[in-house]
């Protein structure tokens, strides 16, 4: 399964890197894309989206699934 997300407050690699951890450390994640310019993710794997956007946003960056 794919998922696109929108991120806000993404402002530089760190929080690239800040987001990218915060998804590759969940059970199922086997892909991760953060696209700094687009402010989005592409996350594949076999997880809820859900919980894919509570991770990043308890991370300090609002989510929310993209169409
Ligand atoms: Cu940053």
């Known amino acids: 399964m ?8 993404m ?22 894309q953060v696209d700094l310019e687009g402010r989005s993710a ?7 989206p859900e919980r894919i956007i509570q991770a990043i946003s308890k991370a300090g960056y609002p989510t929310s699934l993209q169409a």
């Not at 794919?2 to 407050?9: A, L, P, V």
């Not at 592409?42 to 809820?48: K, P």
Request: charged letters at 20%; a negative charge; aromatic letters at 2%.
């Open 2 to 9: 794919k998922h696109h997300f929108h991120i806000e407050n």
């Open 11 to 32: 402002k530089c690699n760190g929080c690239v890197v800040n987001v990218e951890k915060s998804i590759a450390s969940l059970p199922g994640v086997t892909t991760v």
């Open 42 to 48: 592409v996350v594949e794997g076999e997880i809820a």
